[in-house]
C-alpha cells in the first residue's frame, strides 16, 4: 500500500521558514516518479506548487519561485519543500502527492495516483 505523510506544517511570522517534508512508503523512488507539492487555501482551488521528476528535473510557480525549493532523498524514500521568506498569502494546507512516469510543467491535481493528508502552514505576525 502506497502512502505519503507530510509533517513540517506550523505557525510561522511572515519572512520566516518551514521546511516540509512527505514521507514516501510502498514504493521506491528508484522508479519513474514525479513528486509534487500542492497547497490549497480557505475557498481557493487546489493548486500546483512545485513538483520534480525522477530526474532531478524541477518545476516551480511563479507565486513562489525564488523563494520555495524541492528536494528528494532517494535513500530515505521522503521529499521535502524549503520554504522561505514565507508571506501571509502562503498560508494553505500543503499536499504531497505523487504520480507514476515523468512529469513536467506545472502539476496536475488529476495526474496523480497517491495524495497526503495535508498539513497546515500558517503565516501571521
Known amino acids: 500500500e502506497v502512502q505519503l505523510v507530510e509533517s513540517g506544517g506550523g505557525l510561522v511570522q511572515p519572512g520566516g521558514s518551514l521546511r516540509l517534508s512527505c514521507a514516501v512508503s510502498?514504493?521506491?523512488?528508484?522508479?519513474?516518479?514525479?513528486k509534487s507539492w500542492f497547497r490549497q487555501a480557505p475557498g481557493q482551488e487546489r493548486e500546483g506548487v512545485s513538483s520534480i521528476s525522477s530526474d532531478g528535473t524541477t518545476y516551480s510557480a511563479d507565486s513562489v519561485k525564488g523563494r520555495f525549493a524541492i528536494a528528494s532523498d532517494n535513500t530515505k524514500n521522503t521529499f521535502y519543500l524549503q520554504m522561505n521568506n514565507l508571506k501571509p498569502e502562503d498560508a494553505a494546507v500543503y499536499y504531497c502527492?505523487?504520480?507514476?512516469?515523468?512529469?513536467?510543467?506545472?502539476?496536475?491535481?488529476?495526474?496523480?495516483?497517491?495524495w497526503g493528508k495535508g498539513t497546515l502552514v500558517t503565516v501571521s505576525s
Open positions: 510502498g514504493f521506491s523512488f528508484g522508479g519513474t516518479w514525479t
Open positions: 502527492a505523487a504520480s507514476r512516469g515523468d512529469l513536467f510543467g506545472p502539476p496536475i491535481e488529476a495526474a496523480m495516483d497517491y
